[in-house]
C-alpha cells in the first residue's frame, strides 16, 4: 500500500528551462494537493485538484505555473521558463475526500534546483 | 484566512528531557495534522488529531478545538526528534491545510 509517490526527488534546472514535478496520490484518493517550502519557512498552499479539475487555485503565482490531475496518470505541476526564486521543496499531499477529515497524507517531496 | 500560530518558534534540549509544543488556530477547525520534518526534509505525519487525545509512544497531542489550540508533548526525547515540528489546521469552511510556521527543536546528546 505505497503512500503519495512524487518524482524526481531533486531536480536541477537552469534559469529558462521547465520544470515537471509528478504525483501520484494514495491508491484510492481522488484528492491532490500542492505546496511549496521555501528555505527556511513552512509550506504554503499552492493548488487543489481532483481528477480532471482545479477546485482552488488561490496560492499560485499568476504566471508561469501550471497544474493538472488528468484522467489517468499523475498529478503533474509545471512551471516554466524558472527562476532561481523558484527553487524549493514541492510537497504534494492527497486525501480520500475533498472534506479532509480522514487526514491528508504527504509525500517526501520534490527539491528543485535552479541555476 | 485562518491563522496558525506554534510556539516556541525554537527549542533546546537536553537528551531524556521532556517539552510541549503548542499550536493556536483563529478559526473553526474539522481536521488538525501534527508533523515531523526530519533534518532530510522528509514530512512525517505524527498525529491526526482535530479533537481529544492521542499518544503513540512517546508522544502524546491534545486537541481542545473549543478553546482552538493543539499540544503536542514529547517526553524522554532523543536526538533523532530533532527537527521541525509542524501543526497545520483544515478550516470548517475550508478546502486546505494552513501549516503553522513550525517548532524548530534541536535535542543535544
Known amino acids: 500500500n505505497a503512500g503519495v509517490m512524487q518524482n524526481p526527488r531533486h531536480l536541477v534546472r537552469r534559469r529558462g528551462q521547465e520544470a515537471r514535478l509528478r504525483c501520484s496520490p494514495m491508491?484510492?484518493?481522488?484528492?491532490v494537493y500542492w505546496y511549496r517550502q521555501l528555505p527556511e519557512e513552512g509550506l504554503k498552499f499552492m493548488v487543489y485538484?481532483?481528477?480532471?479539475?482545479?477546485?482552488?487555485e488561490s496560492g499560485m503565482p499568476k504566471e508561469r505555473f501550471s497544474a493538472e490531475f488528468p484522467k489517468e496518470g499523475p498529478s503533474i505541476l509545471r512551471i516554466q521558463q524558472v527562476v532561481r526564486g523558484d527553487s524549493a521543496a514541492y510537497f504534494c499531499a492527497s486525501s480520500l475526500t475533498g472534506q479532509g477529515t480522514n487526514g491528508y497524507t504527504f509525500g517526501s517531496g520534490t527539491r528543485l534546483t535552479v541555476v | 484566512g485562518i491563522q496558525v500560530e506554534q510556539s516556541p518558534p525554537d527549542l533546546i534540549l537536553q537528551e531524556g528531557a521532556n517539552s510541549t509544543l503548542r499550536c493556536n488556530f483563529s478559526?473553526?477547525?474539522?481536521?488538525l495534522q501534527w508533523f515531523h520534518q526530519n533534518p532530510w526534509g522528509q514530512l512525517i505525519n505524527l498525529f491526526y488529531?482535530?479533537?481529544g487525545t492521542k499518544q503513540n509512544g512517546r508522544l502524546s497531542a491534545t486537541t481542545v478545538a473549543t478553546e482552538r489550540y493543539s499540544l503536542l508533548y514529547i517526553s524522554s526525547s532523543q536526538t533523532t526528534d530533532s527537527g521541525v515540528y509542524f501543526c497545520?489546521?483544515?478550516?470548517?469552511?475550508?478546502?486546505?491545510?494552513?501549516f503553522g510556521e513550525g517548532t524548530q527543536l534541536t535535542v543535544n546528546p
Open positions: 488529531i482535530p479533537s
Open positions: 497545520a489546521v483544515r478550516q470548517t469552511s475550508g478546502s486546505r491545510l494552513t
Open positions: 478559526d473553526s477547525v474539522n481536521n
Open positions: 491508491k484510492g484518493h481522488s484528492h
Open positions: 485538484l481532483q481528477k480532471e479539475n482545479i477546485i482552488d
